[in-house]
């Protein structure tokens, strides 16, 4: 499996991946298929096109297995921070290493961003996520809220010291 940043030409490979991420676990993401459905396929390109020309401040890796995108993760930085977000892996691939490869290129990155921190959300409940990211070193900081407006599903706030030499 590869780890890569999506190219500037790649939207709809996006739109794929974040559309199998929402219908496969609608209760882990902000977003909902419903919403992520009726926006144009111009969004989506535009969308990819934007954070590949931010390259400092942002960064949206695929996970390919075997030229087949498998897995996503978006990554923002915003100092002294670097913000994880949308991490998901296509069910048939997950407990194979793929989840901590996006993961770990994502810390990758934001180490060369000097980023002295990496944040992420997970839903209360997603153990396998949790483990995962507990496996790398993240910690559970006590902060908790809704997934979005009027759900009842809770997210749990993790952090990284990336001062730490963990990866």
């Known amino acids: 499996m590869e780890v890569?940043?999506?190219?500037?030409?790649?939207?709809?490979?996006?739109?794929?991946?974040?559309?199998?991420?929402?219908s496969d676990a609608p209760d882990?993401?902000?977003?909902?298929?419903?919403?992520?459905?009726?926006?144009?396929?111009?969004?989506?390109?535009?969308?990819?096109?934007?954070?590949?020309?931010?390259?400092d401040h942002e960064v949206l890796f695929a996970a390919v297995n075997q030229?087949?995108?498998?897995?996503l993760l978006y990554v923002r930085l915003e100092v002294p921070a670097a913000h994880f977000?949308?991490?998901?892996?296509?069910?048939?691939?997950?407990r194979r290493g793929n989840g901590a490869a996006l993961l770990n290129a994502g810390l990758w990155w934001a180490r060369t961003k000097v980023a002295r921190h990496a944040e992420l959300w997970v839903s209360e409940?997603?153990?396998?996520a949790i483990k995962l990211y507990?496996?790398?070193?993240?910690?559970?900081?006590?902060?908790?809220?809704?997934?979005?407006p009027g759900s009842a599903i809770?997210?749990?706030q993790m952090i990284l010291n990336l001062a730490d030499d963990r990866l």
Not at 67 to 71: A, L
Not at 85 to 94: D, E, F, I, Q, T
Not at 142 to 147: A, D, M, V, W
């Open 134 to 148: 507990e496996g790398l070193g993240f910690r559970d900081t006590g902060g908790r809220e809704p997934l979005r």
């Open 28 to 55: 882990a993401f902000g977003d909902t298929l419903s919403d992520a459905l009726v926006r144009p396929q111009q969004w989506w390109i535009d969308r990819v096109r934007q954070i590949s020309h931010n390259s």
């Open 4 to 22: 890569r940043p999506l190219r500037p030409e790649e939207g709809l490979v996006y739109r794929q991946l974040r559309l199998c991420a929402l």
């Open 67 to 71: 030229h087949q995108p498998c897995g």
């Open 154 to 156: 809770r997210i749990r």
């Open 85 to 94: 977000y949308g991490m998901w892996v296509a069910p048939a691939l997950r």
């Open 125 to 128: 409940g997603n153990t396998a």
